[in-house]
């Protein structure tokens, strides 16, 4: 089969094989069986759900015949897109790329924060571009722990949607690595200059749909933008 990294195409009966996995997509790995099949890409329903050129968001239902979620995802999109040119733009940015793929799934449990995984880590260590996959519950309103910032869908919507826009830029900087230091080991923490930059444009969506302003990363130090900026 050729690989263009995004799908396996094999010449055969021309046809398109997705390789997704819940870690990303992977060169030269083994796909998990449950995700190689021929239509996995349009979760399970080619009919309904098409990727004619691999170079759209596409939005993945959890199970057969699940409309309500690509409903609400969609939604959520266009509530975002409403409220803030600067995530319109982002959004219409990644969907214009001839060269990138985002896929927007379920989170692996419901009620579970947003997150988006990239598909290439060496690629995004290297600054080079590369496919994301978004998980998201559509009807998740998260509540930190630590700093009791409400968060729904739509503010998760915009900041994940930063991330898959720095992976298709290749933004990412190492000196900018928060680690800390628990049972003698050091653990990641997160990037300060990936969550100031989806901090700003979740707060662009935040404000102008008159949510509560956020001003860290779970109690972390971001440089992000001041309020007023998005008034």
Known sequence: MENSCRKKYKPSPKKWILASRRT?????????????????????????????DGRKISIV??????????????NLIKQASKSSPEFA???????????????????????????????DTKAKMEHRPSNSIIYIDPDAIVISKKTGLVSPPVAGIAHEMQHAYDNMLGIYDESQDVWEEHGGEKIFIYNKLSESRAIDLENSVRVRLKLPYRDSYDGYEVNIKPENTFK
Request: include cysteine; glycine fraction near 6%; charge should be positive.
């Open 24 to 52: 990303g997509f992977r060169r030269n790995s083994a796909l998990v069986p449950a995700n190689a099949g021929l239509f996995h890409y349009a979760g399970n329903n080619p009919v309904r759900y098409i990727d004619p």
């Open 61 to 74: 239902a959890p199970s057969l015949g699940d409309k309500e979620y690509v409903k609400k995802i969609r």
């Open 89 to 119: 733009m982002a959004y219409k940015a990644i969907k214009d790329n001839p060269n990138i793929t985002v896929m927007i799934q379920m989170t692996k449990k419901p009620g579970e924060s947003a997150k988006t995984e990239c598909c």
